[in-house]
């Protein structure tokens, strides 16, 4: 069983950076699937950011490619997300999520980031 | 890359089918056969319901089903229960190795 763990500030300032870490359980990080950030801002609907394999490998949103980097830590079996001169429109429940055989097939449980001085 | 298009909200009564249609373009829905469908409860983590157009994991009950004609994927739900009440999404693999969601429909059983 497969466990994704999201962690975090939940509170982060006007042009500064959203810094978030999953952590995977109970199966291989290198295990040949790719790993997955969503965002849904309250109220609305879920936004793919981008996905990293244990390679490195990254494919971002394009709307949001100038400010997202990825990463992933095998030793630590974590991946994780950084998001640059984040606004209020940032704000955001963030999950990570195993895209696995072009689905995605196990999610965090989510975490809400706002953005606010 | 924009959203692909879901009604806003669908409803039924305990016992009836319901459609949620998913219409992209040539680029995503159109294109590839890996759309998915994603069951999201208030304040829960979206779960996968259906990929690859048609297919269901394992545990999810076989009144959910899928289908796709040109650039339009549709789940079906039959059977309408009160616990199918939810937010459902689709998603689709696009160009460029990236992937698009739906804008979500609400489906309220009546």
């Known amino acids: 069983q497969v466990q994704l763990q999201e962690s975090g500030p939940g509170l982060v300032k006007p042009s500064g950076t959203l810094s978030l870490t999953c952590a995977v359980g109970?199966?291989?990080?290198?295990?040949?699937?790719?790993w997955t950030w969503v965002r849904q801002p309250p109220g609305k609907g879920l936004e793919w950011i981008g996905e990293?394999?244990?390679?490195?490998?990254?494919n971002y949103n394009p709307s949001l490619k100038s400010r997202v980097t990825m990463s992933v830590d095998e030793s630590k079996s974590l991946f994780s997300l950084k998001l640059t001169s984040v606004t209020a429109a940032d704000t955001a429940v963030y999950y990570c999520?195993?895209?696995?055989?072009?689905?995605?097939?196990?999610w965090g449980q989510g975490t809400l980031v706002t953005v606010s001085s | 890359q924009s959203a692909l298009t879901q009604p806003a909200s669908v409803s039924g009564s305990p016992g009836q089918s319901i459609t949620i249609s998913c219409t992209g373009t040539?680029?995503?829905?159109?294109?590839?056969?890996?759309v998915s469908w994603y069951q999201q409860h208030p304040g829960k983590a979206p779960k996968l319901m259906i990929y690859?157009?048609?297919n269901r994991p394992s545990g999810i009950s076989n009144r959910f089903s899928g289908s796709k004609s040109g650039n339009t994927a549709s789940l079906t739900i039959s059977g309408l229960q009160a616990e199918d009440e939810a937010d459902y999404y689709c998603?689709?693999?696009?160009?460029?190795?990236?992937?698009?969601f739906g804008g979500g429909t609400k489906l309220t059983v009546l």
């Open positions: 990293i394999y244990h390679s490195g490998s990254t």
């Open positions: 690859d157009v048609s």
């Open positions: 999520a195993r895209s696995g055989s072009y689905r995605f097939d196990c």
């Open positions: 109970g199966a291989s990080i290198n295990s040949g699937n790719w």
């Open positions: 998603s689709s693999y696009s160009s460029s190795s990236t992937w698009v």
């Open positions: 040539s680029s995503d829905v159109g294109n590839y056969n890996y």
